[in-house]
C-alpha cells in the first residue's frame, strides 16, 4: 500500500482547507494523523471497514474523514481551523478492520510522507 498526500498549505485561522491522500492499495482502518513541533504523532480522523468514523475530541464537529473507493482517495476536510491545528498532517493505512483497534501510530503499517499545514492568525 503506497500513501501520497497532497493539499496542504498555508491558511488564515478560520478558513477551510482539504487534505487529499491518494492510495495505492486500501486497507482498513485508513486515519488521519498529525504532529505538531514537539509532539507526538496524534489520530485525528480514522475510517474503518464498516464506515465507521472517530475523531479526536480536538477536531470533532470541524474535520470530516472520507473515502472514495473508485478514486482510491482518502480526504480530511478540516473547517473553521485554528493555530493549533498546524502541523505535519499524515495518512496511515491499517489492516486492524476498526478504528477502535487502531488507534495509536503503532498499529498502522503504512504511512505517507505527510502534508504540512499552517494556521497563521
Known amino acids: 500500500v503506497r500513501l501520497v498526500e497532497s493539499g496542504g498549505g498555508s491558511v488564515q485561522a478560520g478558513w477551510p482547507l482539504k487534505l487529499f491522500c491518494t492510495a495505492c492499495g486500501f486497507t482498513h482502518p485508513m486515519s488521519w494523523f498529525h504532529q505538531g513541533p514537539g509532539n507526538q504523532r496524534e489520530r485525528i480522523a480514522c475510517?474503518?471497514?464498516?464506515?465507521?468514523?472517530s475523531y479526536a475530541d480536538s477536531v470533532k464537529g470541524r474535520f470530516t474523514i472520507s473515502k472514495d473507493k473508485p478514486k482510491n482517495t482518502l480526504y480530511l476536510q478540516m473547517k473553521n481551523l485554528d493555530t493549533e491545528d498546524t502541523a505535519m498532517y499524515y495518512c496511515?493505512?491499517?489492516?486492524?478492520?476498526?478504528?477502535?483497534?487502531?488507534?495509536?501510530?503503532?498499529?498502522?503499517?503504512?504511512w505517507g510522507q505527510g502534508t504540512q499545514v499552517t494556521v497563521t492568525q
Open positions: 496511515a493505512a491499517s489492516t486492524k478492520w476498526y478504528c477502535s483497534s487502531a488507534i495509536e501510530p503503532i498499529s498502522y503499517e503504512y
Open positions: 475510517i474503518g471497514y464498516d464506515g465507521e468514523t
